[in-house]
């Protein structure tokens, strides 16, 4: 009998030892530091969530991404940076937000947008056919005339001007402003938005003017 469970317990201890060596990958690999504050996965090992098994971060809870590290999906590295996923919170569906990115609507619409693409010109100055296309953008005090250039057709100019400011456009001296059936050489406004079209190289065209405008 004593014989008999002497045998028993050597191999219980072989099949112990046996077991350790079988998860021995495991034992090097992903281990607890000293202490018991830190889980570590070494090169080669691995966590494994199984079907139904989630890890979860509770309030307050952080997973650092240190630089050089990859967070992946489906094994498809993300490689936005943090800056670059930020743009996203605070965006709201639909409304240009600052320095946010922008989230159409369902309808693929959104509004607020700015096409601010200048607001240099001085006093007096004359636009050129490279400006077409432009969005000029007043946010001074400071009262400026612009003169514009001499069409031959196909282009347009948007200017938006802060509530502050005064803007005077100048047709230039061969041709003349339309707004809405009238003709002007001249227009002003203390505030407001247009965008000046020419179709036939003989007139520019106020069109979506919002705001007063005034004619001269």
């Known amino acids: 009998m004593k014989v008999s469970i002497k045998i028993l317990a050597v191999l219980c201890v072989a099949v112990f030892i046996a077991g ?3 998860n021995a990958g495991y034992q090097t690999n992903v281990y607890m530091k000293q202490g018991g504050a830190e889980q570590v996965i070494a090169s080669g090992g691995q966590i494994t969530v199984e079907s139904s098994g989630e890890i979860e971060i509770e309030s307050g809870g952080t ?17 936005p940076s943090a800056a670059e996923f930020n743009y996203l919170d605070g965006s709201v569906a639909g409304t240009a937000v600052a320095s946010k990115a922008l ?29 077409y296309g432009k969005v000029f953008a007043l946010y001074a005090t400071t009262k400026k005339t612009v003169v514009l250039p001499v069409t031959t057709g196909g282009g347009s100019i948007k200017f938006i001007v802060d509530d502050a400011d005064s803007l005077v456009i100048d047709a230039n001296a061969s041709q003349k402003l339309v707004d809405g059936t009238t003709e002007y050489e001249k227009e002003t406004t203390v505030a407001g938005t247009v965008e000046l079209i020419s179709v036939d190289g003989t ?5 979506g003017a919002t705001g007063t405008w005034t004619g001269y």
């Open 63 to 79: 997973i650092d991404v240190e630089s050089g590290g990859a967070l992946k999906i489906a094994g498809t590295q993300i490689t």
């Open 20 to 22: 350790l060596a079988i």
């Open 203 to 207: 007139y520019w065209y106020m069109v």
């Open 103 to 131: 989230v159409l609507d369902s309808a693929k619409r959104a509004t607020g947008i700015v096409a601010y693409t200048d607001s240099s010109f001085a006093d007096g100055d004359t636009l050129t056919v490279a400006d």
